[in-house]
């Protein structure tokens, strides 16, 4: 596979560097990034008190384990599925490092200042010869990103970011996965009818596709901020929401998606069916791909 359009270096796992299922810390060389073709979008890039820049890793979607935008009762999707993929992720990213660290292709920046990258473990005999060639050039399939798809740790989130021969193999690999019933595709209920009035239980129990779940919960927080400012930080349940009012909140959130082979981009409210108090996806989220916001930022 040609990879265009990026760069690669190396990694180096600092302490406590997960944060979750699919976003973790690196320390990378300076000089890298540097001479990177980020461009103007370094100043983007937020770096934590310890030196280490986050990162978020491409294709991949796990259940959300601590989501700022949503409320106390919609903090988190069932958290055994949310932690699982986290300790996944931290077990591999350890065991690449004592290997001899990460290797990364980053193909750009996010909204939240996170470098979108691939991970790899790094071997002994590989080499960087310089930020756009490596060495060996590694395998998909062999990348953190494939690992959590395989394992059905992580539902697909295919962006126009990385080539469309890569997203061709993640899509591979996590229909495997949904056959086998693995992990999360073992609960996972985005297919069937969401009852808006019971928000509560998809922190609970009731485990869907994670970008889903962060629009309800938004759509939730924005429905009780307009109904009562004073109790917005301390409410225990998520309020009802309607269909009508999760068509509206999609529709001006925004976000575009289409069939992976092709067809029209459509707004995520376009691909719900809605009745009553009740919505349900009916694609399925490995056959979709997604348009890139303004905000999220490609190398090119």
Known sequence: MRWADGFWCVGVLPPDAVHDGDTL???????????????????????????????????????????????PAMRHQPLHAALAAREW????????????????????????????????PRRGDDTLRDKNTWAGEPKLPDSLNAG??????AYPDFHEDLPMAALAELRHITQIAIQQRLGVWSEDVTHQAIALDTLHLLSESRLIWPRLW??????????????????????????????????????????????FTGGP?????DHLEMAGQHCRFPDAVENLLHRSPPDRKKLT
């Open 25 to 71: 810390r690196l320390s990378l060389p300076e000089a890298v990034l540097s001479e990177s073709p980020l461009g103007d979008l370094r100043v983007r890039l937020r770096r934590d008190q310890q030196g280490a820049w986050p990162i978020r890793l491409a294709g991949v979607d796990a259940p959300e384990l601590d989501y700022p935008g949503a409320l």
């Open 265 to 269: 981009w459509k707004n995520l409210a």
């Open 148 to 153: 959590l798809l395989r394992d059905g740790m």
């Open 214 to 259: 962060r629009r309800l919960a938004e759509c939730a927080r924005q429905s009780l901020l307009m109904n009562t400012e004073a109790d917005r930080n301390h409410a225990r349940v998520a309020p009802a929401i309607t269909g009508w009012q999760l068509r509206d909140f999609l529709i001006a959130r925004g976000g575009m998606a289409r069939n």
């Open 89 to 120: 992720l931290l077990q591999a990213a350890v065991r690449a490092q004592t290997g001899g660290g990460l290797r990364l292709w980053v193909s750009g920046v996010d909204r939240y200042g996170r470098l979108i990258a691939c991970l790899w």
